[in-house]
Nanobody
Framework: EVLLVESGGGLVQPGGSLRLSCAAS????????MGWLRQAPGSEIELVSC????????WYPDSVKGRFTISRDNVRNIVYLELNNLKIEDTAMYFC??????????????RGQGTQVTVSS
């Protein structure tokens, strides 16, 4: 059974940073693309980062590019999301997601229970 467990969320002031972690189990982690989704209240869920397998190609939407960094540890089966220069509009529930293949997950991919990120002064 695929299990994705996120951690690291919290309350942070604008301009602050957080590091999210996702511990994965139940599948061959090194052969799966991984990513992070987020959903703000009243908004649709969106993909905010992904990382592929072998060469670890990454992707970000313009809204977070230059501020968020995704990485993976294929030995410990963990995927990270570094969030820097956080903005109020980054407030959302963040979910770790597993792609069906080696590329990026979609908003319909398997995901964990989420970790809340709240950016507020």
């Amino acid at each position: 059974e695929v299990l994705l467990v996120e951690s690291g969320g919290g309350l942070v002031q604008p301009g602050g940073s957080l590091r999210l972690s996702c511990a994965a189990s139940g599948f061959i982690f090194s052969t799966s693309g991984m990513g992070w989704l987020r959903q703000a209240p009243g908004s649709e869920i969106e993909l905010v980062s992904c990382i592929t397998t072998e060469v670890s190609t990454t992707w970000y939407p313009d809204s977070v590019k230059g501020r968020f960094t995704i990485s993976r540890d294929n030995v410990r089966n963990i995927v990270y999301l570094e969030l820097n220069n956080l903005k109020i509009e980054d407030t959302a529930m963040y979910f770790c997601a597993k792609a069906p293949g080696e590329w990026c997950p979609t908003v319909n991919s398997i995901r964990g229970q989420g970790t809340q990120v709240t950016v507020s002064s």
